[in-house]
């Protein structure tokens, strides 16, 4: 069995590797100091010049804005089931629901956020997009979160509470025990929403331009591999794949992050 698990470890780190080379080998002769510090110019997706700077901060903005709507949600919702709902059957449905929501593909967000929009009378937007994402990172945030404060030691909560303290009081306690958890669900759904392109198809828009305001379409980075990979230039096609290695090098850093914050913070809870 131990083999098993090895050869399982080695397969997942065959495939990470080999996607990343790819990536990398295909996007490196389309790789300049131009795609990350100019935004594209008229004939860009014809083989002109300038770069997917506009995709790079819209994808930053658009993923910032979504995870702290998510958390502003979320955190609130896992901290009452772990101080009131308990084992109750409400505890069971939210997290019954968060699984359903995790599992909902995210072009079915995209849909639903299109016609949020047409009921609203909302047009394709940065507001749009982040509405629509934050219902994507929502429960990655949420379950993540619920699992670490699983992990909170039971006789930590009994000995606050025997102090006296109120169940709002051991909020605080948990999320001062639970910090590093907690940063890194935040990370983990900031590079799901980051690397999303189906939901922001519909609701987010795409513009050539910098991000204007909340009520302006903003460019993605997955839209502008997609638009990229879509055209019939050799060129083009070499800065989608510089693209793709430009997100794949920001999620990647996230993750890097987040595994960094989560060891340096553990350090001062109690396991």
Not at 4 to 11: C, F, T
């Amino acid at each position: 069995m131990r083999w098993v698990l090895r050869l399982s470890i080695a397969s997942a780190g065959f495939v990470l590797l080999l996607i990343l080379g790819i990536i990398t080998w295909r996007g490196i002769g389309g790789m300049s100091w131009d795609m990350i510090t100019k935004p594209p110019e008229g004939s860009f997706y014809l083989g002109g010049g300038g770069g997917v700077l506009n995709a790079i901060l819209g994808s930053v903005v658009l993923a910032l804005g979504a995870t702290a709507l998510a958390a502003v949600i979320a955190v609130p919702v896992v901290l009452y089931i772990h101080t009131y709902a308990g084992k109750s059957r409400l505890a069971g449905r939210l997290r019954l629901a968060l699984d359903v929501m995790w599992g909902i593909p995210s072009i079915v967000y995209g849909a639903f956020g299109f016609s949020l929009m047409l009921l609203v009378g909302l047009r394709a937007s940065l507001l749009a997009g982040i509405v629509t994402v934050a219902f994507v990172a929502l429960p990655i945030l949420a379950r993540t979160f619920d699992e670490v404060l699983m992990l909170a030691p039971k006789e930590l909560r009994e000995s606050t509470l025997a102090l006296g303290t109120t169940r709002f009081e051991l909020v605080g306690m948990l999320l001062r025990q639970s910090l590093p958890g907690l940063l890194t669900a935040v990370l983990l759904a900031f590079g799901r929403a980051i690397g999303d392109g189906a939901s922001v198809m519909f609701t987010a828009g795409y513009t050539d331009r910098l991000p204007q305001g909340l009520m302006e379409p903003v460019a993605t980075l997955p839209l502008a591999i997609f638009f990229q990979l879509s055209a019939p230039f050799q060129s083009v096609q070499e800065r989608a794949y510089a693209s793709a290695l430009i997100l794949t090098a920001i999620i990647l850093g996230i993750s890097v992050l987040a595994q960094y914050t989560s060891r340096k913070l553990g350090r001062n809870t109690i396991r």
